[in-house]
């Protein structure tokens, strides 16, 4: 148990679907992060959120939508998705976000996307 | 182009033995490294880490070492455990944006 719950775990959508995934984090962090891993592939970084705000959008195509109400809860928005999105999709947090530092980041157990 | 490479995809250890994975980056403006553990079903979770102002950091039964010459770290399990049987992931830290960029990742199978 990390301290960063993720709802749901398994989500199957058709390309017409909206649907948003769901992320808290219960370690008092400013900064969280949506990351996604499709297979046989590194995690890659999609969004970073600092204290509320997105610092960084890591050219995630408009399909994918974030929203950060307050430093505890992070959502990912998703409409008119491909296959190709189909991937494990991880939310973080850490302390802060830093351009100087790196700081620990704390993972959620994923959301597996399956786009049909 | 992968910055942080792991080019072992899987590792087989005997109970007791030695684990070691590796781990190469290109970037030398990465000063900061991480070691991530994930089981299945389960995100990655924080192991271990070390700045590029150290060459060695030891927690328990697992020590990361850098050769920043070799832009080069490993992670070493002693004595390797059944339940240290898991995905490993080294992540490296841009000096100037903070983000993390990982590696592909290796599965290390511990044998009783």
């Known amino acids: 148990e990390t301290g960063v719950t993720q709802t749901p775990r398994h989500l199957v959508m058709g390309m017409t679907n909206k649907k948003s995934l769901k992320c808290e984090q219960h370690?008092?962090?400013?900064?969280m992060y949506w990351y996604k891993q499709s297979a046989k592939k590194p995690l890659e970084l999609m969004f970073v959120?600092?204290?509320?705000?997105?610092?960084e959008n890591n050219s995630v195509p408009s399909r994918f939508s974030p929203e950060c109400p307050n430093s505890s809860h992070l959502f990912l928005h998703l409409h008119t998705l491909q296959p190709e999105d189909s991937a494990l999709y991880l939310c973080?947090?850490?302390?802060?976000?830093?351009?100087?530092?790196?700081?620990?980041?704390?993972f959620g157990p994923g959301t597996r996307l399956t786009v049909t | 182009d992968q910055q942080v490479k792991q080019n072992s995809p899987s590792l087989s250890v005997q109970e007791g033995r030695i684990s070691i994975l590796n781990c190469d980056y290109t970037?030398?403006?990465?000063?900061?490294f991480l070691w991530y553990k994930k089981y299945p079903a389960e995100g990655p979770t924080f192991l271990i880490s070390?700045?590029?102002?150290?060459d060695k950091n030891e927690d328990g039964r697992f020590t990361v070492f850098l050769n920043k010459s070799a832009k080069h770290l490993s992670l070493h399990i002693v004595p390797s455990q059944p339940g240290d049987s898991a995905v490993y992931f080294c992540?490296?830290?841009?000096?100037?944006?903070?983000?993390?960029?990982f590696g592909q990742g290796t599965t290390l199978q511990v044998k009783p």
């Open positions: 992540a490296a830290s841009h000096r100037n944006t903070g983000k993390l960029i």
């Open positions: 959120y600092n204290f509320k705000e997105q610092t």
């Open positions: 370690l008092g962090h400013n900064a």
């Open positions: 970037n030398s403006m990465f000063d900061y």
């Open positions: 070390i700045s590029s102002i150290k």
């Open positions: 973080a947090s850490s302390q802060s976000f830093d351009r100087v530092r790196a700081y620990e980041q704390y």
